[in-house]
């Protein structure tokens, strides 16, 4: 997956309407257009009807009505004249959106204000009018800016690979939120470090077991985080995610704050991490952590606090 990539072709077109109507859903033909076209111009390989078949189903719900508010105009009338949504980024991180909410059980979120509505309200379509969203305006588009989600209650087993399609935002926090439930309840005494050895005897990476013989699932962080290329901050703490830490987050050389703890990943830490030349503080406390830290750590002349307690 090159994170470089760029995102191809325009929206297919929605049908012309008579004034004073909406039209909704989409035909099935436009339905299958934008679903071709979301797959298409993902920038990593993906089907959209599988797991996130929720996320692609509620887009074809509301996507006339989405147009409309994509223009500004607040009357919900979409335009013959323009593409739906209004803009390919803005197509695709409403899809983000919606993908993080099923993917997260949304219905069960603390605060969920205005998310996946289908009202004929333009300002509750809007996304930047959604909880814990926040928006700036580029040339014209309403682009996410900050995803802050932290303490709400979300609940799964792995971070969405459509997070990649955040490549606006700089600041995505889920911080505090139980969302792989059985690795975080693997945390505390009844838990005992596994370090598992490479072919030369060295230690390559390690899990934890409980007395029962269970482990976690490697899930966690998808490599496409590495296309959040103007993020400075990232807070996935608190979450019991597992997995690893990609290499790919070494592309996201804006980032200041990394927030990682109680996630429960393996942990090497890659060597790629040396390429952030902008962080400052690393909280990697309470993982599993196997080796030796990587000495492009010590070339980061900005990263003032690093923790790596408990691992």
Do not use: M
């Given at each position: 997956e090159n994170a470089n990539d760029d995102i191809r072709t325009?929206?297919?077109?929605?049908?012309?309407?008579?004034?004073?109507?909406?039209?909704?859903?989409?035909?099935?033909?436009?339905?299958?257009?934008?679903?071709?076209?979301?797959?298409?111009?993902?920038?990593?390989?993906?089907?959209?009807?599988?797991?996130?078949?929720?996320?692609?189903?509620?887009?074809?719900?509301?996507?006339?009505?989405?147009?409309?508010?994509?223009?500004?105009?607040?009357?919900?009338?979409?335009?013959?004249?323009?593409?739906?949504?209004?803009?390919?980024?803005?197509?695709?991180?409403?899809?983000?959106?919606?993908?993080?909410?099923?993917?997260?059980?949304?219905?069960?979120?603390?605060?969920?204000?205005?998310?996946?509505?289908?009202?004929?309200?333009?300002?509750?379509?809007?996304?930047?009018?959604?909880?814990?969203?926040?928006?700036?305006?580029?040339?014209?588009?309403?682009?996410?800016?900050?995803?802050?989600?932290?303490?709400?209650?979300?609940?799964?087993?792995?971070?969405?690979?459509?997070?990649?399609?955040?490549?606006?935002?700089?600041?995505?926090?889920?911080?505090g939120n139980p969302i792989n439930r059985e690795s975080l309840e693997m945390r505390g005494p009844e838990g005992v470090n596994l370090c598992l050895k490479d072919g030369n005897g060295g230690r390559r990476h390690s899990m934890r077991r409980n007395l029962q013989g269970t482990q976690p699932k490697p899930q966690g962080i998808p490599t496409t985080v590495g296309f959040m290329t103007n993020l400075e901050a990232l807070l996935l703490g608190g979450s019991g995610l597992g997995g690893t830490i990609p290499t790919q987050m070494g592309n996201l050389i804006k980032l200041t704050t990394i927030s990682l703890h109680d996630t429960y990943v393996v942990l090497q830490i890659p060597s790629e991490i040396g390429r952030l030349a902008e962080l400052a503080d690393l909280n990697l406390s309470t993982n599993f952590m196997c080796g030796q830290l990587p000495s492009q750590l010590g070339e980061l002349s900005k990263l003032t606090s690093i923790n790596i307690e408990k691992n």
């Open positions: 325009t929206p297919p077109t929605i049908a012309p309407q008579s004034a004073g109507t909406l039209r909704n859903p989409l035909t099935d033909k436009e339905a299958d257009d934008l679903e071709a076209w979301l797959e298409e111009n993902l920038p990593y390989d993906d089907t959209v009807t599988s797991d996130d078949a929720g996320a692609f189903n509620w887009l074809v719900s509301v996507s006339a009505r989405v147009e409309a508010i994509g223009q500004g105009t607040g009357d919900l009338q979409p335009s013959a004249s323009n593409p739906p949504f209004d803009t390919k980024d803005r197509i695709l991180q409403y899809y983000a959106l919606a993908d993080l909410y099923h993917t997260f059980k949304g219905d069960d979120w603390n605060e969920n204000d205005n998310w996946l509505t289908t009202s004929d309200d333009a300002d509750r379509l809007d996304y930047c009018n959604w909880h814990g969203i926040v928006c700036f305006e580029d040339d014209g588009t309403k682009n996410v800016k900050e995803v802050r989600l932290s303490s709400n209650n979300l609940v799964g087993i792995r971070l969405p690979r459509s997070i990649g399609l955040f490549s606006h935002a700089t600041y995505f926090d889920i911080n």
